[in-house]
């Protein structure tokens, strides 16, 4: 969408398109992946995703909600920069608001940062409950973690073991496959850390225990990353975007169902 | 920044190095430009300023301030998508105490968007309040718009004419030869409009009197533009955002100033 | 502590007793449950724990974040009245600085609502943000969702099949067998619904699609509760609060930890 | 309100009944009341009144806006706890919203706090703001203060003296009685003070000067209350609260007048 | 205040001067007296007590919060226009926090509006709040209403009858008379309404029962009104003031009290 | 319109009256000029509109957006007072609000401070928002300052010199004029600084370089200010508010454009 004049995006939504909105965060991500991890990949899969839907992609939204301890490591790393709760959904009110007054009524979130998830339900809610007082009935919202769309048999086979904990997967075999697959320049697999899984309190403390979380700022191993597989996750995460799409904006985009 | 693993990234903020923030706009740029301009130029200025000085350019806020017709077009054109007044300051603010919290105390906002300077004021402002009631007197954050880093005798020499009035400047001469240097694949000149200086009255009106601005969305005439102006302009802009730098953090990036 | 005067309260905080905060919601919880089960669960909990440990228990805070539908059976049930993020997390904010301005630098939050986990971690952010400007850095905030300080072996044993997730446990054998064991007179096991476990898509819809949600209200299938697996559980959430509460503030809740 | 599943509560709706809605506060009331006082009362009152009229009551909510020196005894006694004026504002606001959505329309506030009124009179009007553009014109809602809903002349016959100042009956005779009638195993009579009626200055001052209020945080002298006095005081308060109800609602509680 | 220079002004505050603030309204007053009798009533006492201590006046907040029914006839009457309350106490703190910066540690509220008061209390508890955490822990505010600065027993001499309660006497004999003392030729006593003392109901209605207010705005009778009582009024207002300051901030101003 | 009854204003508004909000601010204009210029500049030219459209003038909104340091010297001068963005934001729309509840639907700002601009321009877009959710389509509001109004022609004929950047003329040759014109005896001439214009640089810092300011407070040399100047400028401009109400609400003020 940031490459489009306003006149070809305007025809694009005109004729159906479903505007895709890439929320991310600024986080660390252990040693061996970059701070941009969750903003670049729910970008890349939003790109893909557009690939096979009739969908355009806004600029991803770079910065998400505070980092946590037990799903992300939390503050005390250097280069984890987080919004306030308010001021993320707001800002993302805000630009729902801007791209339904634009003419689209089709949106789709793409979040990719864990701790997101209910300021952009919070987000959302107020953007709806405003668009029914404006009288814009027509806007449907989807808004999905893109790290959800996939069967995590595809882990289990290339990893084995017990289920995997999404929370804990943080800069773990996960997000380092689909690194490696996507971005396998910016990692540095020599610098992963050997470590076991992770295992958290089921509770928070605030402030929080630094102490909880390794000194790397993985939350689990991903020595078992491969290219390979993050192929395979993207794919399927991909895939599982496009049937979101599919089965709310109609399979023509024609928002039929 | 979004590339480096936060080792890496809390290496260079130790060892003295800025973090430039740009801050843009998702916005109309007449039917000869896309829609990201304002965000794509802050941070391609962002980047080559960090080639001379020892600085980190953090991924750009993309969203800016709600485009005004006087200086903008409005929000009457698809794709224009613009965060309220204290959104923007909210969450920029946020930004800038997370990066604080991380060690950084030399942060610069680059601006690449007409109407976002007084919400940057505004935020740098309440998290310098928030900074000192914390005790981190030591922060200083510069607020340079990166279109006002330059002699205009440069646009005068190519341009001739009247002194440009920056705040019409959107979708001319300036930004056109900019994008024609920088992104030159991302113009299309054929559909560059057309058209007198806009005239604007010396009022606000609102609702906007969407009359006022051209159909095509450019305040004036890109017609003059051309990459050589653009790499000319860009490199006095870089050049003055290097000596502010300079200037505010010391020569050698050690603060001394 | 509703029920002491502040000379008493004032004596217990001094001698170091932590202050429990039951925080519930007013939801929908299936034809057979009442609307209050998240609060009253929440401040049992509190009530049952400040048995076993040196705590005070404040009167609940009643009303928590919008139900969603995938957790909670969502806003179209008459009776569910939820409170918009921003609103919760400062009203918990103001409680946090009440109750620390008064002495108590040992709290907990008993959370007893699914969707008012992020909302409450934003408060507890913001009060020791402020915490920390007003050089109040000894107050120390646990929170804890009850419903997580237990084995699920437990309900496996009972129930058998799969782990059940908790998420979807939304007025079912869980809620279902707490409330026979703890209110049994509220619960009407005859409008008990006899439904197969939902299963949800992996993303959400704004506004919602109510049909995703059975129309009794309940997420599943209530029947093999029982008052004795409402008793174990009860006691083993009870017991996992005791122990969180000794881990952080010390056996003798003298905060040595 | 807790009590009923939301099918029950639902038809109670549908019926007509008005939904109650008890504000209190978490305040200190003398060495001989307990904290909960507040809330307490108003939700007694609004459970009495439910006995007359076609009335459900919610769950008190329990926090109140900050205890004022001059009304309640300030905030430096422990136990205090208050909201800032926006959050309880905006709390109640969505607990307005939230009960309207679900269908009721007639609403009704039952104020047990001094320092509330204004900040629900926000709430009120900015709930009516939003019906209005929700197209929700048909919702009503009462405010009132449970305890200016008696004659005054009850207390003079039973206590003599001069006409009693409702702003300085924190914690004495008033109150006292009505504790004594209602949860008398609470009342400390022996902890009561023996105080002249405190008298204070005719303004603020902001700190609060401490020392303008009784040690003990009684306002006045709560030595001739009687349960005797507080049965006749509730009675009144609850049989003014009916007449509001049947006035504004209609007797049949159909909303007539 | 405003027609000092800075210097001027700065020397002034040096020298130990209090800052007066008056806060107003902009409202209906009858058909008799002008719109804007709040805040000039507020700001004639502020510059009449500047006349006997060592104070400032700073220009008048001329905008309160809104009109209610029972005190000042409500937002029917054109002309009424007052600020939601988050918007009055965080202008008021905003101004608060300026001045105390600016040096000033001795300030006074002289508020002339009935429904302002709790929303001044909440601007000033939050200044105080935010000075704390800046170590501004040296700036006292005083909060008063000029209208209860005076003994109640002149309006009973002049006019006979029972106590009048000030919240009736909006447009009334005291509000009428101090404006024919002041600023006589704003007033049209031919205009002055006929009426019985308006009673009100105890409680309050959302949205507003307009026909509660007499179609004039005047809440009581305001022709037994004279200059002469005005004149007295306003000198017992001014010394209260008067009184008040010196109490708070030593009869010399310096703040020894 | 502070001395009008409402019944009086009602009529004004019915027969097609304009309203005339004026903003300013409270901030230093340096020795020679008082700390009130901006709101009683903006005051008087709405008074002077008045006389020439139909137009009513409310009371000024007197304190505007933070004093800045390359506009109008900054805040570390004492009596600057300026509000935060959103709280002046909030109030602004507030005020607009009340004024077209009332029935005015031609409301025109008369700003007087540089830095409000963008605070007024977002508080008039929420109005409107507002408006259009509520029906109330059918609202006007222009926004103007009143110092950009005029010729700049007759300063330079006056003057002399280059053009002059009105963001440098703060207490300035054009400031100073108006006031010798308009309220003579609150200048001191003698106290105006001899000094050269001052060139800031292009960016801003925060906190800000408190020495980039003349210790005098102006930005620019007043000396060649005279009350001639002063009248003509003041002419030029209310001749070009009274054209710009006409162009937007008709020359009979009938709104017919």
Same mark, same amino acid.
């Given at each position: 969408?940031?490459?489009?004049?306003?006149?070809?995006?305007?025809?694009?939504?005109? +004729?159906?398109?479903?505007?895709?909105?890439?929320?991310?965060?600024?986080?660390?991500?252990?040693?061996?992946?970059?701070?941009?991890?969750?903003?670049?990949?729910?970008?890349?899969?939003?790109?893909?995703?557009?690939?096979?839907?009739?969908?355009?992609?806004?600029?991803?939204?770079?910065?998400?909600?505070?980092?946590?301890?037990?799903?992300?490591?939390?503050?005390?790393?250097?280069?984890?920069?987080?919004?306030?709760?308010?001021?993320?959904?707001?800002?993302?009110?805000?630009?729902?608001?801007?791209?339904?007054?634009?003419?689209?009524?089709?949106?789709?979130?793409?979040?990719?940062?864990?701790? +997101?998830?209910?300021?952009?339900?919070?987000?959302?809610?107020?953007?709806?409950?405003?668009?029914?007082?404006?009288?814009?009935?027509?806007?449907?919202?989807?808004?999905?973690?893109?790290?959800?769309?996939?069967?995590?048999?595809?882990?289990?086979?290339?990893?084995?073991?017990?289920?995997?904990?999404?929370?804990?997967?943080?800069?773990?075999?996960?997000?380092?496959?689909?690194?490696?697959?996507?971005?396998?320049?910016?990692?540095?697999?020599?610098?992963?850390?050997?470590?076991?899984?992770?295992?958290?309190?089921?509770?928070?403390?605030?402030? %929080?225990?630094?102490?909880?979380? %390794?000194?790397?700022?993985?939350?689990?191993?991903?020595?078992?990353?491969?290219?390979?597989?993050?192929?395979?996750?993207?794919?399927?995460?991909?895939?599982?975007?496009?049937?979101?799409?599919?089965?709310?904006?109609? %399979?023509?985009?024609?928002?039929? +169902?």
């Amino acid at each position: 969408m940031a490459h489009l004049s306003w006149p070809a995006y305007a025809e694009r939504i005109a +004729n159906g398109a479903v505007v895709l909105i890439p929320v991310g965060a600024l986080e660390q991500h252990g040693r061996h992946l970059p701070l941009g991890v969750d903003f670049m990949l729910a970008e890349a899969v939003a790109l893909a995703t557009a690939e096979h839907v009739d969908a355009v992609v806004a600029p991803p939204f770079v910065y998400g909600y505070k980092s946590q301890l037990r799903t992300g490591g939390g503050p005390q790393f250097a280069g984890t920069v987080g919004l306030d709760g308010h001021s993320l959904s707001s800002a993302i009110t805000d630009v729902l608001r801007g791209l339904a007054r634009g003419g689209a009524d089709k949106l789709a979130i793409v979040d990719g940062h864990y701790e +997101n998830q209910m300021f952009l339900t919070e987000a959302c809610d107020l953007a709806i409950r405003e668009f029914r007082q404006s009288g814009r009935d027509g806007v449907k919202i989807v808004q999905a973690r893109y790290f959800e769309q996939f069967d995590e048999a595809i882990l289990k086979r290339h990893v084995g073991g017990p289920p995997l904990d999404l929370a804990y997967e943080h800069a773990g075999v996960f997000e380092t496959s689909l690194f490696l697959h996507l971005f396998g320049d910016l990692v540095d697999m020599d610098a992963a850390p050997e470590q076991a899984f992770k295992e958290f309190p089921s509770y928070d403390c605030h402030p %929080p225990h630094d102490d909880w979380v %390794p000194a790397t700022g993985a939350l689990s191993d991903p020595h078992r990353a491969t290219a390979a597989l993050g192929r395979e996750i993207f794919d399927a995460c991909v895939q599982g975007m496009v049937r979101i799409l599919e089965t709310e904006f109609g %399979p023509e985009g024609d928002g039929s +169902n």
